[in-house]
């Protein structure tokens, strides 16, 4: 059974880095894509970043690219979200899912990921 446990969240100030983890037990983390979602306090799932299953590829939510980057390391099975330039908009639990193919078509649509952790909560204070 695929498990992934996220890792890394905290309460930072804007403007802060913060590295988030997700560890992946169970199937093969290499053979999928993965992504990151977020979700705020009464407002709706939303795509972050996804990641090819060897790394070579990314794909960034317009409200991110610049700041996040998205990374993995298949020996071992972790995948990785580095924050910069933290701010308070980026308040949210953040959650690792598992792309249902090893390249993220239709990365935004969270019904293509098969298996999701439980999230980290990020919050960012002004």
């Known amino acids: 059974q695929v498990q992934l446990v996220e890792s890394g969240g905290g309460l930072v100030q804007a403007g802060d880095s913060l590295r988030l983890s997700c560890a992946a037990s169970g199937g093969t983390f290499s053979n999928y894509a993965m992504g990151w979602f977020r979700q705020a306090p009464g407002k709706e799932r939303e795509f972050v970043a996804a990641i090819s299953w060897s790394g070579g590829s990314t794909y960034y939510a317009d409200s991110v690219k610049g700041r996040f980057t998205m990374s993995r390391d298949n020996a071992k099975n972790t995948m990785y979200l580095h924050m910069n330039s933290v701010k308070p908009e980026d308040t949210a639990v953040y959650y690792c899912?598992?792309?249902?193919?090893?390249?993220?078509?239709?990365?935004?649509?969270?019904?293509?990921?098969?298996?999701w952790g439980q999230g980290t909560q990020v919050t960012v204070s002004s």
């Open positions: 899912a598992r792309h249902s193919t090893r390249y993220y078509d239709r990365p935004v649509r969270p019904e293509r990921y098969d298996y």
